[in-house]
């Protein structure tokens, strides 16, 4: 009774959904290759099909984004130091270091991405119609899956799936800065001119890591070679692909933390008292089904692993070398 009073008092729509199809589901779909700190904003629309005007609330189930309230007295402080008009390219900074402490102020809750809904709240009118703006800011790669909660007057809230991919690369290099339209771009790193057998040049890189996790990096050094006219490479791995290293470049057996080894599940139900018990009272049939099913649940370990991907060059620690080659 309450969902369909919620249907009668408040209508969600999105811009390009079929309402007259009964099978169409409404869905806030960002897209499954949105880029990396690149907002994206999608509209939905509430309408009120009575003559009842309602409150209503929308809010984010998990990745909830509001907007950092400022210090007090901060407005009225910042008119007293202006005393002449900004130019255009200070006024252009300012905006942009304001937009930039408005994103780190949604994203502090360090879940990755946060999705901003304005308005958030409001009255909606008798048969008025508001459109409704659901902004996503993201710091950190991955699928994202959460609700939309609307709420009107005290009905049951009604629940309106969010869903989201998100790709590209959250470090930078110090020396260069962010590159949002270039992410996976990297420096140029030059030695200069030396003596052949001379002492061993050196350069630091150092690393910017914009996302609220840890991420583990594992250097390759490349020779090309002009001539090298190789398009694709097919690499075999056995066991983990990336494994762990301790500081000297030798592989950790075992791996620890870092393998994608998934460790086994346990039932506290089956316990050695209950299990002994309990098998004498089944079939022969029964055992074989519970024994294969339990097979079939065991997680099971890859031993071998196959990626093709583009030739980059010939994987060779001399001319150049990194180190350390894991952080």
Known sequence: MLDSELDDVCLLSSPGLDEDDPAATLVLDFGDKVL??????KQLVITNHTAIPAPFTLEAEYFTGHAPSPPAGQSQQRGLYVRKPLHSVQAKKVEDKAQEGFVSGLLAHGKGAAFFVQPDC?????????????????????????????????????????????M?????FQMIG??????????????????????????????????????????????????????????????????????????????????????????????PSTEGTSSSLKSKSDLEEEEEGALHSAPQKRLFSVFIRPHEGNASDYPYCITPQQI
């Open 178 to 271: 962010p590159q949002p339209d270039r992410q996976n771009q990297g420096p140029i790193v030059r030695f200069g001119t030396h003596v052949s057998g001379g002492d061993t040049v050196s350069r630091s890189l150092r690393l910017n890591n914009t996302s609220p996790y840890d991420i583990r990096m594992d250097w390759v050094s490349y020779n090309v070679d002009q001539e090298d006219r190789k398009l694709l490479d097919v690499v075999v791995a056995y066991g983990d692909a990336f494994p762990l290293k301790d500081a000297d470049g030798n592989e950790v057996v075992g791996g620890g933390a870092m393998s994608n080894d998934t460790p086994p599940t346990w039932d506290r139900s089956q316990t």
């Open 168 to 172: 590209g690369c959250p470090l930078y």
């Open 122 to 166: 409001g009255i909606l009118g008798a048969f008025e119609t508001q459109t409704i703006d659901i902004t996503s800011f993201t710091n950190m790669w991955g699928e994202y899956r959460d609700q939309l909660i609307c709420k009107v007057g005290d009905l049951q809230p009604k629940l309106i799936p969010i869903q989201m991919t998100v």
């Open 36 to 41: 990396l700190k690149r907002p994206i904003t």
